[in-house]
């Protein structure tokens, strides 16, 4: 049986470039090689495309461009730029990235331009899922209950702080429209944190956007969830913080915030969150897979969070972890997200 031609891409111009280095050397070792031809595909932080012959280390490390060559997209595969132009088919693209331009529609439509399948969500879905006021919008119309919220434009004036308070209770967590691992994310009470937090989730958001959300009381949660017809939910984890939110130090270096897999909650309420996780899947149109993080408030009541549509793929990351408390192993878990890849339709394929 021949093997699939899947190329692995990782990098990307976003904040969030060094959290795909590392989730891609956990994908990359373990990744049923006997099973695929792959290509590894890097872009760097200026937006270059390169194919790579470096080894886990040297990429999870940076130093990935001193083994690499200049590439471009083709028709239905990628272009080794030199001497030759040798093109490498591709059957399947796995964007291990995160963030601006890996997960929020910009690759995956350079991906159907070019009639490459890819893992995850369609252009679609990944804008929407991206954008956290049009999550809101379509949520809420969905019947799917989401934090009290204001949205902040770098084209208008920003709202006093007074002014903001007459309109959402305090305290508040303002955060970028669209960017992820909480970057440029703050937990603000007063006044004198304000502005700073304005400022630096502007900074964050490239896109002149940003929310300002009421705090929720509670446990945070978050599920699992993968499929294109079929849909199938993993376990229901929990997230415990020292602090008021959970951050970057707390996601990737264990600083201040653990993870609990399954989640300590009631069955029934694990359950509950399973079958909302699915509701807003559906309701934001997704396919391949997406970690929907949840609230169980103070009143025992399920509040979406927010989508991740790339989520961390870590050797401590949430969404490998809950779908192996239900069965599916890391190694299946690739074949799994590559196989829903390849059965979805991508024109001219």
Excluded at 4 to 10: A, D, T, W
């Amino acid at each position: 049986m021949d093997k699939i031609k899947l190329g692995i891409v990782f990098g990307g111009q976003s904040s969030e470039y060094s959290v795909s280095l590392h989730s891609v050397g956990s994908v990359l070792r373990q990744v049923r090689t006997e099973k695929y031809e792959m290509t590894l595909i890097g872009i760097d932080k200026t937006g270059r495309t390169y194919i790579t012959d470096a080894s886990i280390e040297e990429i999870e490390e940076d130093q990935w461009q001193e083994k690499s060559t200049p590439a471009a997209w083709v028709h239905k595969g990628i272009i080794k730029l030199g001497k030759t132009n040798e093109v490498i088919a591709l059957d399947c693209v796995f964007p291990v990235l995160h963030g601006k331009n890996g997960e929020d529609g910009c690759i995956q439509g350079l991906f159907e331009l070019m009639n490459i399948h890819y893992v995850g969500c369609d252009v679609l879905s990944s804008a929407a899922s991206m954008d956290k006021e049009i999550t809101h919008i379509l949520c809420e119309n969905a019947g799917i209950p989401c934090a009290k919220y204001v949205c902040i434009r770098k084209t208008q004036t920003v709202p006093s702080f007074d002014e903001l308070k007459q309109t959402l209770p305090l305290p508040w967590f303002i955060k970028p429209c669209s960017a992820g691992s909480s970057y440029g994310v703050h937990y603000v009470d007063n006044e004198a944190d304000y502005m700073p937090a304005i400022e630096d989730a502007f900074y964050y958001d490239g896109r002149g956007k940003i929310l300002v959300e009421s705090m929720i009381k509670g446990l945070e949660i978050g599920c699992a969830v993968m499929g294109n017809e079929d849909i199938i939910t993993g376990e229901v984890d929990e997230v415990r913080v020292t602090g008021h939110m959970y951050d970057f130090e707390g996601k990737y270096e264990n600083n201040g915030a653990s993870v609990h897999c399954p989640s300590s909650i009631p069955d029934e309420k694990r359950q509950e969150a399973r079958v909302f996780a699915k509701k807003t899947y559906i309701a934001m149109n997704c396919c391949g897979l997406a970690r929907v993080d949840m609230f169980l408030t103070e009143d025992n009541e399920i509040v979406l969070n927010e989508l991740n549509t790339i989520p961390g793929f870590t050797a401590t990351s949430r969404y490998p972890s809950m779908m192996k408390s239900i069965g599916i192993d890391f190694p299946d878990l690739i074949d799994r997200l590559v196989e829903l890849a390849l059965q979805r339709t991508i024109s001219a394929c």
